[in-house]
């Protein structure tokens, strides 16, 4: 087992990944530990403000989707485990198998493995994702200076 990514790249690589994977192991969770819900898991919209760059005045560029939950989950050998997610979506119970996962993952709880391992198959999708667009923009560079000698040849001419 290599290094444990932070509880801050969970999101991140989770998206990463098909939401049914996400779905089905917090409800594995759910039937080996008690979760409770601290808030309602909730989805809507939310603003996206941004300040202009030469006049430094906020604009809003539009509306976003946002769904978040935080959770409780229960174990009977350990302190219970808060987690919490905010994930730019529209699916209040994606969100909410997110938090779950949070919890398990941070308070490795029994089964935290099973999150880990879906935190490397999130890695090695986004990994894979980076070296196709390294590689789609390796084929769009544009060498300048064949150019420039192309110029020069033609002002000899």
């Known amino acids: 087992m290599t290094e444990l ?5 969970l ?10 994977e996400i779905r089905t192991l917090a409800e594995a969770f759910g039937r080996d530990f008690i979760i409770e819900d601290v808030t309602q ?5 939310a603003l996206l403000k941004l300040r ?15 769904a978040r939950a935080h959770v409780v989950v229960r174990s009977g050998a350990k302190q ?6 905010l994930i730019l979506d529209d699916r209040a119970k994606l969100a ?11 308070a490795k709880l029994p089964g935290w493995e099973r999150v880990w391992d879906l935190l490397v198959l999130g890695w090695a999708v986004l ?3 980076e070296r196709a667009r390294c590689a789609m923009v390796a084929a769009t560079r544009v060498d300048f200076s ?12």
């Not at 898991?41 to 919209?45: D, M």
């Not at 202009?52 to 604009?59: F, N, Q, S």
């Not at 909410?96 to 941070?106: G, K, Q, T, W």
């Open 5 to 9: 990514p932070p509880t801050s790249e």
């Open 11 to 20: 999101p991140r690589r989770l998206s990463a990944l098909p939401p049914a």
């Open 41 to 45: 898991p909730q989805s809507g919209l």
């Open 52 to 66: 202009d760059g030469a006049l430094h005045e906020a604009y809003y560029l539009g509306e976003i989707p946002v």
């Open 80 to 85: 219970p485990a808060e987690g919490g997610a």
């Open 96 to 106: 909410r198998s997110y938090a779950i996962l949070d919890a398990v993952y941070r």
């Open 127 to 129: 990994v894979k994702e």
């Open 146 to 157: 064949l150019l420039s000698s192309s110029l020069e040849d033609e002002d000899e001419a």
